[in-house]
């Protein structure tokens, strides 16, 4: 992939992609229109990609509506891109492709946007690599099981909210929309097939339970409807509610058309509010679960041999101090008297080694996380830090006891 350069490139070009082949990048007239124009507006010409970057947030948060947020979507498409590269590496997908798996992480724009926070100065961009990741994941986990649920099981386990947004979402008028409401409540209702809980192979209702969801539709329709309607056939419920779990698929999974041109709501709500998680994992989910875990894993190994090493940077006598301050639980004072070492010594010991750790944690997080420390972030470091000691120690003495 060819990096962008300059201002101009960065935040009015998309990336044009054929299955996991780059073509190139595609210039967007009407953005590259208004950034220069916005240019032409300042004093100075701009070349901070920091400083366009909050711009557009700002101009974003101000005016949703505007064109910020397709510069801000342009400016995170390399982002975007190898957040799907790099889960795409580790599945085996005949269904999906790199573009494909691009597609449906980008729509999800609205959400870094909404969850960036720039007083704390994280980068844009690890932010929205964080966040397209877990998203695509999570969308990738979903659909394995949206792709094996039958209609009925995906009607058990729609919520009513989510009905309604995926029938407006198809276009259906209010009042139709009440009548299919209606007959999903009265399937709900009747149809508790004893079978065990959690799968997904959830059978057809059987004709006796049709008749008495329509007769339960018929007879709630005149105090539940604006528009009762004529009595319905247990076959037309039927169609009803296939239309309905054929809305909830198209809604939550909409087909990509176009790789610059989000369709629906990025933000329209969590599946994870619809669906359990698979009983049985699959695959895909065992895959994205390890990656996580050995994430996880090598970052807190990597705090750890941070911590270590400016531990034993300490003299002997700070590093006792600690010890006893958290192995044992004593107080300053306590300290103060096993030690023979006066309270003000200990408190200013004690004060500075943290001190020095802390240092030496905040240095490791600018440079490795790439983030931009301040008051926020301290206290949140601080905080880390005091909990990895307690745990630190707490298990060196349960080794040393044993």
């Known amino acids: 992939m060819r990096s962008r350069q300059g201002i101009t490139e960065l935040f ?17 007239a009407k953005l590259r229109r208004n950034l220069l124009n916005c240019q032409g507006h300042l004093e100075h010409r701009e070349t901070s990609e920091k400083f366009w970057v909050f711009y557009w947030y700002k ?3 101000t005016q949703p509506e505007s064109l910020a947020k397709g510069h801000l979507s342009a400016y995170l498409q390399e982002i975007c891109y190898w957040a799907a590269h790099k889960i795409m590496k580790n599945i085996s997908s005949v269904q999906y492709t790199v573009s494909d798996c691009f597609q449906m992480a980008i729509i999800r724009v609205d ?3 909404k969850g960036f926070k720039p007083q704390m100065n994280f980068s844009l961009k690890n932010y929205a690599s964080a966040i397209f990741s877990s998203e695509l994941k999570e969308m990738l986990r979903q659909q394995q099981e949206i792709d094996i649920s039958t209609n009925w099981r995906l009607l058990r386990r729609l919520s009513q909210k989510r009905l309604v947004e ?22 709900q209702a009747l149809y508790a097939p004893q079978q065990p809980t959690g799968t997904r192979k959830l059978s057809k209702p059987d004709e006796a339970t049709w008749e008495a969801i329509a007769q339960c539709y018929n007879s709630e329709r005149h105090s539940q409807l604006s528009q009762p309607g004529p009595e319905c056939s247990a076959e037309t419920i039927g169609k009803w509610l296939v239309a309905c779990a054929k809305a909830a698929r198209d809604y939550f999974y909409p087909n990509f058309t176009s790789l610059n041109a989000p369709k629906g709501d990025g933000d329209s709500g969590e599946f994870q509010d619809i669906l359990p998680q698979l009983r049985q994992e699959s695959l895909l989910t065992e895959i994205i679960a390890q990656e996580e875990l050995l994430d996880r894993k090598s970052q807190q190994s990597q705090i ?8 034993n940077e300490l003299d002997e006598e700070s590093k006792k101090i600690i010890q006893m301050y958290y ?4 107080t300053q004072q306590q300290i103060a008297q096993q030690t023979q070492i006066k309270q003000y010594t200990v408190s200013r010991r004690l004060t500075k080694s943290k001190d020095s750790l802390l240092l030496k944690l905040a240095t490791w997080s600018k440079e490795s996380l790439h983030i931009s420390l301040n008051s ?12 990895w000691l307690k745990a630190y120690y707490s298990t060196s003495s349960s080794q040393i006891e044993q």
């Open 376 to 387: 926020h972030l301290l206290n949140y470091i601080n905080t880390i830090l005091e909990e």
């Open 111 to 113: 959400k870094v946007l």
């Open 12 to 28: 009015t070009t998309f990336l044009q992609l054929d299955a996991d082949r780059i073509i190139g990048w595609a210039v967007d």
């Open 59 to 61: 101009l974003w948060q």
């Open 304 to 311: 750890s041999d941070v911590i270590i090493a400016a531990l």
């Open 166 to 187: 995926s029938l407006q979402n198809v276009g259906f008028s209010p009042e139709i929309i009440q009548r299919y409401v209606l007959a999903w409540k009265c399937y």
């Open 327 to 330: 192995s044992q639980g004593l």
